[in-house]
């Protein structure tokens, strides 16, 4: 059965046209490479790829992760300025024993070597809301200021699963900061015997709980995604709880190894699409109640964002 999932609103067109490759029988990874690159390409959304969110210093620096659920081998970069498509790299990286995890200029010349366009990944209006915010002389922004980081998960026909994420990390951060997106086991982990998990929110609260191996560990005692995400989501809260302290905004999506879907937030609402063996949609992950429900919402009813 092939199956997908992608966070927010910024993907639901990308994740739906890798959703018609991937029953068409395209690949898991190729269906991943295209939903998150078209969010990369795309300036209208401001917290991914180009036209990103800024740091302090007015430059996109960019992180992306990958990780093959086959071979649990993975590939990323991190801090990355002028790379058209930071998945891109982090795909080619995959598959190397050693050196698959790259940073700054490092990871900039092995896109070059590779072939991936170079480009500025400034655009006019991500400057204009920089010079704003410089001009208020603002701290760095909260997570999900212009929405966060784009996360696909897919399992193809043949059972493959693939995790891949991309994010510019938070807006005005400070040059060399980097979040959970790239960090393997905290903004994704995918074991095919087990299931995948990916995060978006505040990098230094997701890191802090390792999320997205938990929620994978937790399906490795066979549960499904749904239970295994928000088990690991509250098991953190609680942790974090009893430190008197509350978790930021984080939301996670997950994947279990027969293709079913997942998701769980400390937001009031976090919008993710997905696509299965009953069909495609945008859902809404909400708190009814106090309790998580997961309802299912026309695309055009969810705002894209900034
Ligand atoms: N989740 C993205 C970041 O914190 O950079």
């Given at each position: 059965?092939?199956?997908?999932?992608?966070?927010?609103?910024?993907?639901?067109?990308?994740?739906?046209?890798?959703?018609?490759?991937?029953?068409?029988?395209?690949?898991?990874?190729?269906?991943?490479?295209?939903?998150?690159?078209?969010?990369?390409?795309?300036p209208?959304?401001?917290?991914?790829?180009y036209g990103g969110l800024p740091a302090?210093d007015g430059e996109v620096y960019?992180?992306?992760?990958?990780?093959?659920?086959?071979?649990?081998?993975?590939?990323?970069?991190?801090?990355?300025r002028h790379?058209?498509?930071?998945?891109?790299?982090?795909?080619?990286?995959?598959?190397?024993?050693?050196?698959?995890?790259?940073?700054?200029?490092?990871?900039?010349?092995?896109?070059?070597?590779?072939?991936?366009?170079?480009r500025d990944m400034r655009t006019d209006r991500s400057q204009m809301k920089w010079r704003?915010?410089?001009?208020?002389?603002?701290?760095?922004?909260?997570?999900?200021?212009?929405?966060?980081?784009?996360?696909?998960?897919?399992?193809?026909?043949?059972?493959?699963?693939?995790?891949?994420?991309?994010?510019s990390?938070?807006?005005?951060?400070?040059?060399?900061?980097?979040?959970?997106?790239?960090?393997?086991?905290?903004?994704?982990?995918?074991?095919?015997?087990?299931?995948?998990?990916?995060?978006?929110?505040?990098?230094?609260?997701?890191?802090?709980?390792?999320?997205?191996?938990?929620?994978?560990?937790?399906?490795?005692?066979?549960?499904?995604?749904?239970?295994?995400?928000?088990?690991?989501?509250?098991?953190?809260?609680?942790?974090?709880?009893?430190?008197?302290?509350?978790?930021?905004?984080?939301?996670?999506?997950?994947?279990?190894?027969?293709?079913?879907?997942?998701?769980?937030?400390?937001?009031?609402?976090?919008?993710?699409?997905?696509?299965?063996?009953?069909?495609?949609?945008?859902?809404?992950?909400?708190?009814?109640?106090?309790?998580?429900?997961?309802?299912?919402?026309?695309?055009?009813?969810?705002?894209?964002?900034?």
């Open positions: 059965m092939a199956s997908i999932i992608g966070t927010w609103r910024m993907s639901y067109d990308s994740v739906l046209e890798a959703y018609n490759r991937l029953t068409a029988g395209a690949s898991a990874m190729d269906a991943v490479e295209y939903a998150v690159a078209e969010v990369e390409r795309n209208q959304f401001v917290s991914v790829g302090r960019m992180d992306a992760g990958w990780m093959d659920g086959t071979t649990l081998r993975c590939g990323a970069v991190m801090s990355v790379v058209s498509s930071p998945v891109k790299a982090a795909r080619m990286l995959c598959g190397r024993e050693k050196n698959w995890l790259l940073c700054g200029t490092g990871a900039e010349a092995f896109a070059i070597r590779s072939g991936i366009p170079i704003a915010r410089i001009a208020e002389e603002a701290e760095t922004a909260g997570a999900y200021d212009g929405h966060d980081t784009v996360c696909v998960i897919a399992r193809d026909n043949q059972g493959h699963m693939i995790v891949g994420t991309s994010t990390g938070l807006f005005m951060k400070e040059p060399g900061r980097v979040g959970d997106t790239p960090i393997v086991g905290s903004g994704y982990y995918c074991d095919g015997e087990a299931g995948a998990a990916a995060a978006t929110g505040l990098g230094e609260d997701i890191m802090r709980g390792c999320l997205s191996y938990e929620t994978v560990a937790l399906m490795r005692t066979g549960m499904d995604a749904q239970t295994a995400v928000q088990s690991a989501m509250k098991a953190y809260m609680d942790r974090r709880s009893r430190l008197s302290e509350t978790v930021d905004n984080i939301s996670l999506i997950a994947m279990d190894n027969r293709g079913n879907i997942g998701a769980a937030t400390s937001l009031e609402s976090f919008p993710f699409s997905a696509g299965t063996d009953s069909g495609f949609s945008m859902y809404e992950a909400m708190y009814l109640d106090g309790s998580l429900t997961i309802l299912p919402r026309r695309a055009e009813d969810i705002p894209l964002g900034d």
